[in-house]
């Protein structure tokens, strides 16, 4: 397996994780906002780890700035990486990303409501998101 590879296997697990934490953040005493903003941080961590790799793969850098806007703003920092490592043909790989993160999102949804409607059985789930 890559290192790549095992990236998005990680995303995809901090996704699940994200969700079994948020349907349970009452219980545990957690802030939402403090999660939040630890969740974003780790899942930019990966963003950032994956283009590095793919970087490294594709024998190219990208300075401090770039590394610094994909940890705190990912989404964004993604893009710019996918243009600036394959110019227009970035447009496919930011299209690949962007079904990944739809992917990212109904892993999340699905592990908040399993979650949500293990510990409240009567509640409307889906009325929560």
């Known amino acids: 397996?890559?290192?790549?590879?095992?990236?998005?296997?990680?995303?995809?697990?901090s996704a699940a994780i994200?969700?079994?934490?948020?349907?349970?953040?009452?219980?545990?005493?957690?802030?939402?906002?403090?999660?939040?903003?630890?969740?974003?941080?780790?899942?930019?961590?990966?963003v950032f780890s994956w283009c590095a790799f793919d970087a490294q793969d594709r024998k190219t850098r990208f300075g401090r700035a770039l590394s610094i806007a994909m940890v705190?703003?990912?989404?964004?920092?993604?893009?710019?990486?996918?243009?600036?490592?394959?110019g227009f043909k970035g447009v496919f790989l930011l299209g690949l990303?962007?079904?990944?993160?739809v992917l990212f999102l109904i892993v999340f949804v699905i592990a908040f409501a399993v979650t949500y409607s293990v510990i409240d059985p009567g509640a409307d789930v889906f009325g929560l998101i």
């Open 97 to 101: 990303g962007f079904l990944f993160a």
């Open 72 to 86: 705190l703003v990912s989404s964004i920092g993604f893009a710019i990486y996918c243009f600036r490592s394959r």
């Open 18 to 46: 994200s969700g079994v934490v948020f349907a349970n953040i009452d219980h545990l005493g957690l802030k939402t906002h403090s999660f939040s903003f630890v969740f974003n941080i780790i899942t930019g961590f990966l």
């Open 1 to 13: 397996m890559s290192k790549k590879t095992a990236v998005l296997i990680l995303l995809m697990l």
